[in-house]
């Protein structure tokens, strides 16, 4: 989030929930992604749970923001990936731009690893939860709330208290809506940042040197004659109209 304002106006509200000393040291990952999760919400989004690991740990997820505890408190959308699906193929048929994508799992699971790195292309905000003494590599998800710790049990006591925590702070944004104004978008003639970026997008079909691709924005079609033949399924950066790499293909 760019906003100092904003970011420093969240950390004092999380601040303001009564931490245990495991969990102290998150305040600011738990404030920045409980904030992200107010304006999807606020937007329409549905939150999609997964866990291939502890699958009843995103059903609780899932109930927790479905089924408020306080009297008062809004619903939210929030539904969970089935265990035995293929976590791509389902959220790939599932989500919309703007929605959430929130897992708890390992660092190194390769199921969670491929869901997280199409986020940018689908448009969705994505959470990622775990522990172990390894992290997810640095920009795998838009938030990544981590345990330092090898231990299986404690970690699992701890993962309900953060996802508490987050299902708790979200409704106290809400409470501020000045909060939940999204980002300014760039609004200069010309934006250096912006027309050097590739955008992600994911292929949908090909047809010879053009594929239908998939990006927050809908479905495009464009040119791939500057990269090796994609594959549906693949991820590409696309800039003017051409794709321009494929990042881990």
Avoid at 5 to 24: G, N, S, Y
Avoid at 45 to 51: E, F, G, H, L, Q
Avoid at 92 to 108: E, Y
Avoid at 231 to 247: C, M, Q, R, Y
């Amino acid at each position: 989030m760019g906003n100092p304002v904003q970011l420093t106006k969240t950390v004092q509200l999380a601040q303001t929930v009564q931490l245990t000393d495991e969990i102290q040291g998150l305040t600011e990952d738990l404030a920045l992604a409980s904030l992200a999760l107010a304006r999807r919400f606020s937007a329409g989004a549905t939150m999609w749970c997964a866990s291939p690991t502890w699958t009843f740990h995103a059903h609780h997820v899932a109930v927790e923001f479905v089924h408020p505890v306080i009297v008062g408190k809004r619903a939210l959308p929030a539904v969970t990936v089935p265990p035995a699906a293929d976590m791509v193929a389902t959220l790939r048929a599932s989500v919309a731009p703007g929605d959430i994508v929130l897992v708890l799992a390992d660092a190194d699971d390769p199921r969670v690893i491929d869901t997280m790195r199409r986020g940018a292309a689908w448009g969705v905000e994505t959470v990622w939860i775990g522990a172990g003494t390894q992290r997810p590599a640095a920009g795998s998800a838009n938030h990544v709330i981590w345990l330092d710790t090898d231990d299986a049990l404690g970690a699992s006591e701890l993962f309900v208290r953060i996802y508490h925590l987050l299902w708790e702070l979200t409704h106290v944004c809400f409470e501020h809506p000045g909060l939940l104004k999204p980002e300014p978008e760039c609004s200069d003639e010309v934006c250096i940042t912006c027309s050097d970026e590739g955008r992600p997008a994911e292929v949908v079909l090909v047809d010879g040197d053009e594929a239908l691709v998939r990006t927050p924005d809908g479905q495009e079609r464009i040119d791939v004659s500057l990269i090796d033949s994609p594959s549906p399924g693949d991820l590409v950066l696309i800039h003017a109209g051409f794709a321009i790499t494929s990042p881990g293909s």
